[in-house]
């Protein structure tokens, strides 16, 4: 459901230490989420198709960039450790990219 998706992202947030000041969900187009450095977070509303653990995957790709407002090793670190397979949830987007459209 779109309405787990902002508490489902405070909860994670609040499991990781991380502050998150809002969370919208919204129609994108092009990518599953985003994260600004005011801490904003804003959520593709197709999340609600994808399996539990991609949606999580997203949202904890998204609320790392808090810590790393990059895609470095040390970011990808930081997700590891947070969501061990995450390789299975990038290769499940990959494989369903489709659906963003
Ligand atoms: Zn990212």
Not at 56 to 79: F, G, K, T
Request: with cysteine; charged share 25%.
């Amino acid at each position: 459901m779109v309405a787990e998706l902002v508490p489902r992202t405070l909860e994670l947030a609040q499991q990781h230490q991380l502050r998150v000041t809002r969370v919208t969900v919204r129609n994108q187009r092009s990518r599953w989420g985003s994260c600004s450095a005011r801490g904003t977070i804003s959520l593709n509303w197709r999340l609600i198709q994808t399996p539990l653990f991609v949606r999580d995957y997203i949202i904890l790709h998204e609320l790392m960039h808090l810590r790393e407002m990059n895609h470095s090793a040390r970011y990808w670190r930081c997700v590891e450790e947070v969501c061990p397979d995450y390789r299975t949830a990038e290769a499940w987007l990959k494989a369903n990219h489709g659906l963003l459209r």
